[in-house]
């Protein structure tokens, strides 16, 4: 029987482990403070005994199970290396009061900042979660779903005149700004609607504000723990949850649309929000990252920085082909796949974006400016296009520093 005395540590209570992740063909556990807002990796062995220090278990009970797993003793050495790393991080119950790192000032310039709209974001998405919990009941859900393919079926089958009052808008600048602004809107609902769902699985909202990098305004939602959500399914619900409200709110428009008449100003204007919201909901679902769809994709797989792993893939599968660096030597199989197939097909369609838009700006250039500025135009699309496609890792093989979590954390 395991007595007081023999029983090991505990690890605090509120500390949150991530389930694994596949990052850069190494499985890994993340590992947060939520007190002093800090989070790390940690591999296979490290989670073994971190979700095993409750305070009940004791050392020599963990040692075995830790050998009987991985075939190798847990020696007092590597215990008071493992304890004294998470009593130095102040995850150990009843250890040093973790630091609590001051928050980061607030960027505010003309050209670029960030200002926070409300002063407790998770008060605010609770409330917004107690006014729209219905939407997650199944009668709710069902009759969404089947009127939201009956309003594709629609814009299908009355895509000429759509495109029509779009191009109606297009040439008309008020009008246009007020689309503009109504999907501006729009975008705003987006974010609240990650942030509702994620409180719906647990997760906590941090901070609900609006950044700029002018000329483009924003709003954003910050999910603390949106890692650390207990499974594949609520992540990737979470990270459609925006598309999900461009569509719902899109709704009421095709059939406002329908019935008024067609000479109406407000018909074209109408089109144009139905056409152009679509649009933007098509445009979050592409797997490229920061969009949603790429990160569904990503947390789909289990995989943690899927983007840049896959640059650094490519990168080290180039140098292994001619003799540099280490090749792909440590990758499983399964992180080969993955990763090959998000190279390739980000690389193909990236190619096709940039190649399309190429083309379109070549033509308008021309049309306007002459044979000389098409070029130009069509030559500067290319370019900016290679930065995403080219993989971002020497030809050494050598890896770049990872990306950081903003793009993977942070809705």
């Not at 309003?151 to 503009?180: I, K, S, Y």
């Not at 954003?220 to 207990?230: A, E, G, Q, V």
């Not at 089109?271 to 949603?292: H, I, N, T």
């Not at 090749?327 to 974006?353: E, F, H, K, M, N």
Request: with cysteine; proline share 6%.
């Amino acid at each position: 029987m395991t007595t007081a005395v023999a029983a090991g540590p505990a690890v605090r209570t509120d500390i949150q482990i991530s389930r694994r992740y596949l990052r850069d063909g190494t499985s890994v556990h993340l590992v947060r403070d939520p007190v002093a807002g800090k989070t790390f990796e940690i591999g296979l062995r490290e989670h073994f005994v971190l979700v095993r220090l409750d305070g009940v278990t004791s050392r020599e009970e963990i040692a075995e199970a830790y050998g009987r797993t991985f075939g190798r003793s847990l020696g007092p050495a590597a215990w008071q290396q493992l304890l004294g790393l998470l009593a130095a991080r102040g995850l150990i119950e009843g250890g040093p009061v973790p630091t609590v790192d001051p928050p980061a000032a607030a960027r505010r310039k003309l050209l670029g900042g960030s200002l926070r709209l409300v002063s407790d974001a998770t008060a605010t998405t609770a409330s917004l979660h107690r006014l729209f919990g219905f939407t997650f009941r199944g009668w709710f859900l069902v009759p969404a779903f089947a009127a939201t393919l009956l309003m594709l079926a629609g814009v299908v089958w009355h895509g000429p005149a759509l495109v029509a009052d779009t191009a109606r808008v297009l040439d008309n600048p008020f009008a246009l700004m007020a689309v503009a602004t109504a999907l501006w809107v729009t975008m705003g609902l987006h974010e609240l609607g990650h942030g509702v769902v994620a409180h719906h699985f647990g997760g906590t909202v941090g901070e609900i504000g609006i950044r700029w990098q002018l000329p483009m305004v924003v709003m954003y939602c910050r999910i603390d723990d949106y890692l650390f959500l207990r499974t594949r399914r609520q992540q990737v619900t979470t990270a459609s949850a925006g598309i999900l409200v461009n569509l719902l709110l899109l709704l009421p428009v095709l059939p406002a649309w329908l019935l008024v008449p067609e000479r109406e100003p407000a018909r074209a204007l109408l089109g144009a929000f139905l056409l152009l919201g679509l649009a933007q909901a098509a445009l979050f679902l592409l797997p490229l990252p920061p969009m949603d769809g790429y990160k569904m994709l990503a947390h789909s797989l289990g995989m943690l920085r899927y983007a840049s792993g896959s640059r650094r893939f490519a990168g080290r599968a180039l140098a292994g082909l001619v003799g540099r660096g280490p090749g792909l030597a440590g990758y499983p199989r399964s992180a080969r796949i993955a990763y090959s197939g998000y190279a390739l097909g980000a690389a193909a369609l990236v190619t096709s974006i940039v190649t399309i838009v190429a083309l379109v700006a070549e033509r308008v250039a021309t049309a306007h400016f002459g044979p000389v500025a098409g070029a130009i135009s069509a030559g500067l699309a290319v370019l900016i296009g290679m930065f995403f496609v080219v993989p971002r890792t020497s030809f050494t093989g050598t890896r770049k520093p990872a990306d950081g979590r903003r793009g993977e954390v942070r809705k």
